[in-house]
């Protein structure tokens, strides 16, 4: 789960310096993972981009590979986090404040505990995805 570094992306140069998370806005469990994290008293100011939203920067990061049907993604510190990579360094980030940044600390604080745990809770919402009639997120064309 080690994080990858802007620096090994030239596509992401502009990045540098940012914080930004990148999710997929259909999926009814990233919005409110994203909408429920309080970031901004750690991080300073932060970016929410949807992945389904066309624009250079999702762009770059579907060119470099990241799927965003695999989870939701973190530039921080010019460093790439992903999928249980990205909530394990989110549970490190947020505030203590409320019962789901307290549950979600506990939970994914632990990079072997969400390594393990993220799986699972991936292929659950997947399963409620097709139940739901949400499509994947195709990789554009570049």
């Avoid at 992401?12 to 998370?21: H, R």
């Avoid at 997929?24 to 994290?37: H, I, K, M, N, S």
């Avoid at 994914?108 to 659950?124: D, I, N, Q, T």
């Amino acid at each position: 789960m080690k994080p990858d570094f802007l620096s090994d992306y030239p596509a992401l140069s502009g990045y540098t310096g940012k914080t930004l998370i990148v999710y997929d806005g259909e999926r009814p469990f990233c919005t409110r993972f994203v909408a429920r994290q309080r970031l901004k008293d750690s991080v300073g100011p932060l970016s929410i981009q949807n992945a389904r939203e066309e624009n250079d920067l999702v762009s770059a990061l579907w060119a470099a590979d990241f799927d965003f049907n695999a989870g939701l993604l973190l530039i921080w510190n010019d460093q790439i986090f992903h999928g249980d990579g990205c909530v394990n360094r989110l549970a490190l980030l947020s505030s203590g404040f409320g019962v789901f940044n307290k549950l979600n600390a506990v939970l994914f604080r632990s990079p072997r505990v969400s390594a393990f745990v993220y799986p699972a809770m991936r292929a659950a919402r997947n399963a409620v995805l097709r139940l739901m009639g949400r499509k994947r997120l195709l990789q554009r064309a570049r």
